[in-house]
């Protein structure tokens, strides 16, 4: 544009303008894929779950003071995990849980929950919202799905590797009261 004999400014203006933005929305997906392609190794160590979900209880009110939390962790029950790592997975969960239930409009609960018996622990995210319909529940894992008009599609396949690097599974189904429940199983 610049290069004619008598250059269109506002066209050469509305060019930059529009290059500026792609290459913030590039600069966007690297950052985002970046975070998609490398988890840490889990620096595992040995904590008391309690006072790990005490953590992000306060972390949740901080966040989402207009949304309830409900816990339930297995008195003494310990954790070997990373507990900088299981918090970022955990946290993602929470904050979908959010949203989800923020869409409903209703019964602003989220629950989290770690229960521990003589076959494992189990961490469990559930939440009041809409639902993950069953054909979707492979895909949300996904590197870059989402469903949401602004999501990234980035946190729930970062959970997801978290948990692998870890050695666990994760699943995701209908909640116990409706919505979804994601259910890590800790080995």
Known sequence: VLA???PD???ARTAAGTLARRAEGLEYFIRSYRAVAHVPDPRRQRFKAASFVRDLERLFA???PDIALETEVTPDLE???DPDLLAQ???N???NAVQ???????????ELRLLGDGAGTRILVSDRGPGVPEAMRNEIFLPFFTTRAKGTGVGLNLVRQIVIAHG???EVGEGPESGAEFRLFVR
């Open 9 to 11: 400014l506002d066209l």
């Open 62 to 64: 901080a966040e989402w």
């Open 4 to 6: 004619e004999q008598e």
């Open 89 to 91: 997975a955990l946290i």
């Open 168 to 170: 666990w599974t994760i």
């Open 79 to 81: 954790l070997d995990a």
């Open 100 to 110: 989800a239930t923020r869409e409903r409009g209703e019964h602003l609960l989220v």
């Open 93 to 95: 969960l929470l904050r």
